[in-house]
């Protein structure tokens, strides 16, 4: 801690602070931003035109997320991000950049995170495996995985072969009440947003 604070003191004193003020979190763990009073009181204190200063970024928080969003509520309120370890100085243009650089990369790392997600999905449904939610008309869950419900499966196919015939969402429903075909609530009502959702479904899974 003792040489931490003459690093924030020398970095003050090199850029001719007029004031300098200590805020420690002795002993707290970096990995969460809302149970450190030292950072609550740094982040309360600073104003327009001042510059919190960090030994380094994992002082500051242990996440991404977190140290980006700080460095968001600094930059509203026009105060400068010091890290001296990562030379990160917000009050240079260079050190701008590396924050907006940081900012990209994380986002990129949530975008792949969401890729990886979406093919592991697509892969369990392909192989028929139920992938969370309710199970979509059509179907049953056993196991973990999807097996065709018979009965719900020609409501399925009488609405894709209306559709393709150009009915209007309106009239295969009132086709499906005709012929008796329940919901999976048991209803014999159908509403033109439950058959969409089957058209739209049914059209990514069976694509042409």
């Known amino acids: 801690m003792e040489a931490q604070e003459a690093k924030v003191r020398a970095w003050a004193e090199l850029n001719s602070a007029d004031q300098v003020v200590i805020f420690k979190d002795e002993g707290l763990s970096g990995k969460r931003s809302d149970n450190r009073p030292g950072l609550t009181a740094a982040l309360d204190a600073a104003d327009r035109g001042d510059a919190l200063v960090v030994y380094s970024l994992s002082r500051l928080s242990r996440s991404t997320k977190d140290t980006l ?112 075909h329940r919901r999976k609530s048991g209803s014999t009502q159908w509403a033109p947003t439950a058959v969409l959702r089957i058209c739209e479904r049914e059209a990514k899974s069976r694509p042409e």
């Open 69 to 180: 969003a700080l460095s968001d509520l600094l930059q509203r309120r026009e105060v400068d991000l010091v890290s001296l370890s990562e030379k990160i100085d917000t009050t240079t243009a260079a050190g701008k950049m590396v924050f907006r650089l940081l900012a990209v990369l994380s986002e990129f790392e949530r975008d792949q995170i969401s890729d990886r997600t979406r093919a592991a999905l697509q892969y369990k449904r392909a192989n028929g495996q139920k992938t969370g939610g309710d199970v979509p008309f059509g179907y049953r869950a056993r196991s973990g995985r999807l097996i065709e419900n018979e009965k719900e499966q020609e409501a399925v196919r009488k609405i894709l072969a209306l559709r393709r015939k150009g009915k209007s969402l309106r009239d295969i429903c009132q086709a499906l009440e005709a012929a008796g």
